[in-house]
Nanobody, 124 residues
């Protein structure tokens, strides 16, 4: 069973920044598309950003444009999510997941192989 491991979450004050990491244990878990999702208290899980790990093409949902940046380091099999100007409403569990080829990066329902998540808590 493949595995994606998220890290980098924590407790920060509003206005701060965090960089989350999603590291794959196998090449096959890193191929094609990796997406970052979040699920806040009482909310449904939502896709925020995605990336083609090979070509590096990036995609963002409307809620993520402007403050979120997704990137990858292929040598480390790691996808990052940088979040700046954090707001209290960004507090959530953040997950990464992979989508097989052919991937539709912004189709959240097509992702699988979920990590365990990393918690982000933003205080005012």
């Amino acid at each position: 069973q493949g595995q994606l491991v998220e890290s980098g979450g924590g407790s920060v004050q509003a206005g701060g920044s965090l960089r989350l990491s999603c590291t794959a244990s196998r090449d096959t878990d890193y191929e094609n598309c990796i997406g970052w999702f979040r699920q806040g208290p009482g909310k449904e899980r939502e896709l925020v950003a995605a990336i083609y790990t090979g070509a590096g093409f990036t995609y963002y949902t409307d809620s993520a444009k402007g403050r979120f940046t997704i990137s990858r380091d292929n040598a480390k099999k790691t996808v990052y999510l940088q979040i700046t100007s954090l707001k209290t409403e960004d507090s959530a569990m953040y997950y990464c997941a992979r989508q097989s080829w052919p991937c539709a990066p912004l189709s959240g329902g097509r992702y699988d192989n979920w990590g365990q998540g990393t918690q982000v808590t933003v205080s005012s």
